[in-house]
T-cell receptor
Framework: AQSVTQPDIHITVSEGASLELRCNYSYGATPYLFWYVQSPGQGLQLLLKYFSGDTLVQGIKGFEAEFKRSQSSFNLRKPSVHWSDAAEYFCAVGDGNKLVFGAGTILRVKS | DGGITQSPKYLFRKEGQNVTLSCEQNLNHDAMYWYRQDPGQGLRLIYYSQIVNDFQKGDIAEGYSVSREKKESFPLTVTSAQKNPTAFYLC??????????FGQGTRLTVV
């Protein structure tokens, strides 16, 4: 069965610093990969997705992610974090008709 | 506006009571999903439906029931058999091969 691992439960970065959130997946075929963001008490909003093609994917709010098949990874990056980026971030893999989510990474931003 | 509407936003359940969470979508998506979210555990799949009048159990279906009588609607009933129902519940819809769209969630509390 497919699985998604987000190794970092919490990450704290200073405002203006760069960010990388890690995601590793287990899936036999070429996966559909997603990053979502969730503010407290809200639903999930899609940041970006990878289906095929260019392995560097651009998303909303200045985020990007890189698909690395050899490492089974799909890490999320942002060059300069803003205080409004503080939220929980979820990586997900699409398996046929289902989406499997990682446990999430809570991002805290220091001013 | 196209989207997914979950109601109510907050719901309180007494011991031994069944409650039903509503989920409606106007995106014309075939597939709909219910997830349960607990702190530190990500999103766990309860039930999903790929087509009207058909649904499948997810990873944590015990104590829950669903119906899919209309394409737009996928209500979730939390039965008295669910011993620990306090959680945040998220509904989503999707067309196969694309991303999922989420509602704003329902927070269920046992009183």
């Amino acid at each position: 069965a497919q699985s998604v691992t987000q190794p970092d439960i919490h990450i704290t970065v200073s405002e203006g610093a760069s960010l990388e959130l890690r995601c590793n997946y287990s899936y036999g075929a070429t996966p559909y990969l997603f990053w979502y963001v969730q503010s407290p008490g809200q639903g999930l909003q899609l940041l970006l997705k990878y289906f095929s093609g260019d392995t560097l994917v651009q998303g909303i709010k200045g985020f990007e992610a890189e698909f690395k098949r050899s490492q089974s990874s799909f890490n999320l990056r942002k060059p300069s974090v803003h205080w409004s980026d503080a939220a929980e971030y979820f990586c997900a893999v699409g398996d046929g008709n289902k989406l499997v989510f990682g446990a999430g990474t809570i991002l805290r931003v220091k001013s | 506006d196209g989207g997914i509407t979950q109601s109510p936003k907050y719901l309180f359940r007494k011991e031994g009571q069944n409650v039903t969470l509503s989920c409606e979508q106007n995106l014309n998506h075939d597939a709909m999903y219910w997830y349960r979210q607990d702190p530190g555990q990500g999103l766990r799949l309860i039930y999903y439906s790929q087509i009207v009048n058909d649904f499948q159990k997810g990873d944590i279906a015990e104590g829950y029931s669903v119906s899919r009588e209309k394409k737009e609607s996928f209500p979730l009933t939390v039965t008295s058999a669910q011993k620990n129902p306090t959680a945040f519940y998220l509904c989503a819809s999707r067309q196969f091969g694309t991303e999922a769209f989420f509602g704003q969630g329902t927070r269920l509390t046992v009183v």
